[in-house]
């Protein structure tokens, strides 16, 4: 009985996703109360008041099942990125959509394109459908197009593209986009996932969705987890052509996404207050830190998201536990393969004077 094999080859090579470590989790192990999370690119202001409203409306009707079409919420949408609602996407976090990419586009031995150190979602949905991933390096920290344009070919059936880039922050520009776009085979989707749009301000950053408009074979996908900061109700969306959204929709789970999360996305769309709040506070905590870490001689990509990217010169796991002891919680740089970095999401001005606090302290103690 013990040599029968039950676990696809292919499920037998993944392995678990590592999120952020929570609170709780910090707060039990180290016994300490406050404890503060900039791990998982969060938004410390929270949820626009609207949305929370609309959570306690729909928490009222949760004995039904939530409305399969999301009937409501894609039409703000497609009134939102200026597309037809048939080119809409929705799906419980961008996470489901990129793994329904999987399920409807990618065969076992397809290429699937990404860079080194990506985003852990691309890789898990190449390895779960038994695909073959094609990494291509970064250079300084940016995806180098150039080189991953080098690598198509007929059988690179998906190329993930986050940008910006999770966890450098940098982008990739409209410029090498277009380039880019225009070396890619007829039968090859470009996903571009760009979970902290809303967060840049660069003139040079694509209008991606130009590319769907023109009925490229793109998907843009981007999320209610960040700066809406409704992510415990795991809620994204996307557009693409209606080609491909039909195709997704067929491998979508039935009722994937829940009341409240329709219900709080819709809310949040009509607050653009809220959005514009929290990209001031973080351009104001980007400045500071940047601020800081010059001050502390350390190197750092400047970053278009709500994150910054640094370089510890030294192993990074040590300063992470000296840092959670400090009840300060960040995401170290191993996991996207850079042992000397960690990435610290913005928080509040007195969360970020915190994390430098405590990172100095730990620096200067020399850990490490
Ligand atoms: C680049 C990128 N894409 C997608 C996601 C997932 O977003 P969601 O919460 O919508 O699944 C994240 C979350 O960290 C991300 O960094």
Same mark, same amino acid.
Request: charged letters at 25%; aromatic letters at 20%; glycine letters at 0%.
């Given at each position: 009985m013990s040599d029968v094999r039950l676990t696809r080859r292919c499920v037998e090579r993944l392995k678990p996703y590592r999120p952020g470590k929570p609170i709780e989790e910090v707060q039990r192990e180290f016994g300490l109360r406050e404890v503060i999370k900039l791990a998982s690119n969060e938004n410390p202001l929270g949820p626009s008041p609207a949305a929370v409203e609309a959570i306690l409306r729909a928490s009222k009707e949760v004995r039904l099942y939530p409305d399969n079409d999301c009937y409501h919420l894609k039409r703000a949408l497609a009134a939102h990125l200026d !597309?037809? !609602?048939?080119q809409i996407l929705v799906g419980h976090g961008s996470d489901e959509l990129i793994h329904n990419i999987g399920l409807a586009f990618i065969s076992p031995g397809d290429e699937v394109m990404m860079c080194s150190g990506p985003f852990s979602q691309y890789e898990f949905t190449a390895a779960l459908m038994d695909a073959r991933p094609v990494y291509v390096p970064m250079r300084d920290f940016r995806y180098d197009l150039e080189a991953m344009a080098r690598r198509l070919n007929r059988r690179t059936k998906v190329v993930f593209i986050g940008n910006p880039t999770n966890p450098t922050g940098a982008i990739v520009t409209a410029e090498e986009l277009a380039a880019f776009t225009a070396a890619v085979p007829d039968a090859t989707i470009v996903v571009l996932d760009e979970a902290y749009y809303e967060y840049v301000s660069d003139p040079? *950053?694509?209008?991606?969705l130009d590319l769907v408009r023109q009925g490229r074979r793109v998907i843009v996908l981007r999320t209610?987890?960040?700066? *809406?900061?409704l992510a415990g109700l795991r809620v994204g969306y996307g557009a693409t052509t209606t080609e491909l959204a039909e195709a997704l929709e067929r491998v979508r789970e039935p009722f994937n996404v829940s009341s409240i999360a329709q219900a709080a996305a819709l809310a949040s769309l009509g607050d653009e207050e809220q959005v514009a709040r929290t990209r001031t506070l973080n351009r104001d905590s980007l400045a500071y830190l940047y601020r800081e870490l010059e001050r502390l001689h350390l190197s750092y990509t400047p970053s278009h998201a709500n994150f910054v990217w640094l370089d510890l010169g030294r192993d990074c796991g040590e300063v992470f536990v000296e840092l959670l002891k400090r009840g300060v919680i960040v995401r170290t740089g191993d996991v996207f393969g850079a042992p000397t970095h960690i990435r610290v999401t913005t928080g509040l001005p007195e969360q970020n004077a915190r994390f430098i606090a405590a990172l100095e302290e730990v620096l200067g103690a020399g850990a490490g």
């Open positions: !597309v037809e !609602v048939e040079a *950053y694509p209008r991606s209610f987890s960040k700066i *809406y900061a």
